[in-house]
Each structure stands twice: as C-alpha cells, then as structure tokens.
C-alpha cells in the first residue's frame, strides 16, 4: 500500500498565523511540535501523515486520525513513524512502513508505504 500527498508550505503557514497552536494541537503530537520549529518541517508533517491515511486506506476521520501517530527523525536524520494507537498498532504490527519527506518549490511532499 502506498499513500503519497503534496501540499502548499504557505497554506499551512497561513492556517498557523490564523490559528495558532490551535492549529498545531490538532495535527500535531508534542514531541513533534518539539523538533519541528521550520514551516517546512511542519507541513511535511502534515502531508506525511495525510500519506499515512492514504496508505491504510482510511483518509483522515473516523479510523484514523492525525494524532494516531507521531513522525521523528532517528540519529541520521530519517524519518520514521511511531504509532500510537493501539487499534492502529496491532492492526500493522506486522507490516513494515517507511517513510519519505521533501520539501521545495513551496511544498511539501510525503510518501508513506505499507508493506
């Protein structure tokens, strides 16, 4: 399974200036709210996990929502995702995920796949 989505650095910027960390607090855990200080870093939180919904095949509501994982970054740098649902984790606890991030040109880019 593969999930991949793009979205626009300023759009998330915008969202923030207009809500604050209202905003952030509903996307994001507070471990990742600790590393990721750049717009760049936190949009591609975002389109990271959006690509994590579109992989298992829920999109964002019900079954899945964006606090139900965490992305961090191991000693080299590399993204990882940590679940943490428990639904979510017995449901993949075998299954392999890796992850991908970028950002440029005004975007950020994530590519999730569930193997």
Not at 3 to 32: H, L, Q, W
Not at 39 to 47: G, K, V
Not at 65 to 81: Q, R, S, T
Request: with cysteine; proline share 2%.
């Amino acid at each position: 399974m593969i999930g991949i989505d793009i979205v626009s650095i300023a759009r998330i910027e915008s969202s923030i200036d207009k809500f604050g960390d209202k905003i952030k607090n509903r996307f994001m855990t507070p471990n990742e709210q600790q590393w990721a200080k750049k717009i760049s870093s936190i949009a591609s939180i975002w389109a990271s996990k959006e690509a994590f919904s579109k992989a298992i095949g829920t999109g964002i509501g019900k079954e899945f929502g964006f606090l139900d994982i965490e992305i961090y970054k191991n000693k080299k740098g590399k993204p990882i995702i940590r679940i943490l649902n428990k639904q979510l984790k017995k449901k993949l606890q075998n299954r392999k995920i890796d992850i991908s991030i970028t950002h440029d040109g005004g975007c950020a880019i994530g590519v999730v796949v569930v193997l």
